[in-house]
């Protein structure tokens, strides 16, 4: 009897739908009514195309683009560190600033492809980063974005963001639309001084030759801590990094979360400066 009222309902509700396409249409989704409740999440491509239409009407215009990259990370880390970094980062920095959406990360890293001989290691060439960035940004703004953020979390992506960038801002000109790449989002010096100062934890990242930090570490474990594989290095006594004990894990995470903080005050007050300075208030 549930059954049969759950599948009336149904029908009742997708009535438009079924209407339509028994005639061969499309339903027009720039005009269909959202028929559920917003979800809230700040990632577009998690997001229906509904929900950012209606978001982007309610005066969410800030988009963010960021880059990451494939490469040796140590035996602990994935070749996608600086992708999962910016999972965790991209959300803090968009729930903070406000009504801003953050675009799939752009996962590969400019370089030569024929020396990317490490294993799981994939670059783009610089010229093909550079025209994904300028794709990003140019469809992000035809949706009507008008404050759009180039930052990166790998040092070989400024270059070329820092770049598109600057051919956008003098191409859009006279136009409202702010255009930038944020350098300070990259303040690893910063994060090393800031982990020393206020959380206590003098780290020389050169102590174990290992691609891999302990406050890089500490802000993965906030996106899946699986991506530092904590759960074999407890097994295989290994939990550790630079001689910095990740354990226990509660006192990891909130190392970690208290980096996110300081590195999202940081990239949203450039964000804010950038703003200021390109539209001259």
Known sequence: MLRSALTACLLVSLSPIVAAA?????????????????????????LTMLEVRDLLADGWRTALVLTGGIEENGPYLTTGKHNHVLKVMGESIARSFGRTLVAPIITIEPGNPERASSPGGIRYSQETF????????????????NNIFF???SGG????????????RSEWAGEDV??????????????????????????DPRLEGLHDDYYITTIIMHDDPEYVRLQQRIEADKASIN?????PVA???EHGRALIDFRT??????????IAEQRGR
Not at 265 to 274: E, I, L
Request: charged content about 25%; overall charge negative.
């Open 151 to 153: 930052m990166g979390d």
């Open 251 to 253: 006192q990891a995470l």
């Open 178 to 203: 702010v255009i930038a790449h944020i350098p300070e989002y990259y303040n690893y010096d910063d994060v090393l001084a800031y982990q020393r100062d206020e959380l206590g934890i003098d780290e």
């Open 243 to 247: 001689g910095i004990s990740i354990l």
């Open 265 to 274: 005050r940081a990239t949203v007050a450039a964000m804010r400066q950038a």
């Open 22 to 46: 028994q005639q061969g249409q499309m339903l027009d989704m720039d005009t269909f009514p959202r028929p559920i409740a917003m979800a809230d999440n700040v990632w577009i491509e998690e």
């Open 157 to 168: 992506n400024s270059r070329g963001m820092a770049a598109v960038a600057e051919e956008l």
């Open 130 to 145: 550079r025209a994904v960035l300028r794709d990003y940004a140019v469809s992000l703004k035809a949706q009507g974005f």
